[in-house]
T-cell receptor, first 112, second 115 residues
Framework: DTEVTQTPKHLVMGMTNKKSLKCEQH?????MYWYKQKAKKPPELMFV???????INESVPSRFSPECPNSSLLNLHLHALQPEDSALYLC???????????FGDGTRLSIL | GNSVTQMEGPVTLSEEAFLTINCTYT??????LFWYVQYPGEGLQLLLK?????DKGSNKGFEATYRKETTSFHLEKGSVQVSDSAVYFC??????????????FGEGTQLTVNP
């Protein structure tokens, strides 16, 4: 069982919809990440939160809006997405020092 | 900047064969090195890690040794099983006090093990 929980597992939405992806971890990690992964490719970093503050935004379009309401939760708000945004969205968390990032199982997003 | 070069796939083996997936890296400072595995329809799972030179990470019969002199972290397993079929990613990170705690991935290697 993964220690990072993502919901929903699957999401289908139209280009005019607004939806949110959720991520939760209870390992006390203070860094949390959003990645986008296309088939047969490595994950691409989108956002990094460090101590609930946005520390990295990899020039992601504004139709993706991250939010970190507390140290355990991370959201990704979606609005007016495009078909090319269809992908697996992965959340990860990491403790300090040289530890690994721990990934959730992802949300598979399809844009109609 | 940091980079990871991973053996191109796909790799197809018969059950009980020996597996090597090559991984070399370029990094500033002293990175930590990881192998992640992704089974179909799932997220990434940490397979093993090494945080300093000459460390050997091991898990589920897989091993990799952090070789600073050759900047390599090759993944090996002595006898693969059908259940090992997955995509394997080599990755590195630098301590999160620098570089914004990024994880740099290789391109991934698809492994298929046939009975």
């Amino acid at each position: 069982d993964t220690e990072v929980t993502q919901t929903p597992k699957h999401l289908v939405m139209g280009m005019t919809n607004k939806k949110s992806l959720k991520c939760e971890q209870h390992m006390g990690h203070r860094a949390m990440y959003w990645y986008k992964q296309k088939a047969k490719k490595p994950p691409e970093l989108m956002f990094v939160y460090s101590y609930e503050k946005l520390s990295i935004n990899e020039s992601v379009p504004s139709r993706f809006s991250p939010e970190c309401p507390n140290s355990s939760l991370l959201n990704l708000h979606l609005h007016a997405l495009q078909p090319e945004d269809s992908a697996l969205y992965l959340c990860a968390s990491r403790g300090q020092g040289k530890g690994p990032q721990h990934f959730g199982d992802g949300t598979r997003l399809s844009i109609l | 900047g940091n980079s990871v070069t991973q053996m191109e796939g796909p790799v197809t083996l018969s059950e009980e064969a020996f597996l090597t997936i090559n991984c070399t890296y370029t990094a500033t400072g002293y990175p930590s090195l990881f192998w992640y595995v992704q089974y179909p329809g799932e997220g990434l799972q940490l397979l093993l890690k090494a945080t300093k030179a000459d460390d050997k990470g091991s898990n589920k019969g897989f091993e990799a040794t952090y070789r600073k002199e050759t900047t390599s972290f090759h993944l090996e397993k002595g006898s693969v099983q059908v259940s090992d079929s997955a995509v394997y990613f080599c990755a590195l990170s630098t301590p999160w006090e620098t570089s914004g705690s990024r994880l740099t991935f290789g391109e991934g290697t698809q492994l298929t093990v046939n009975p």
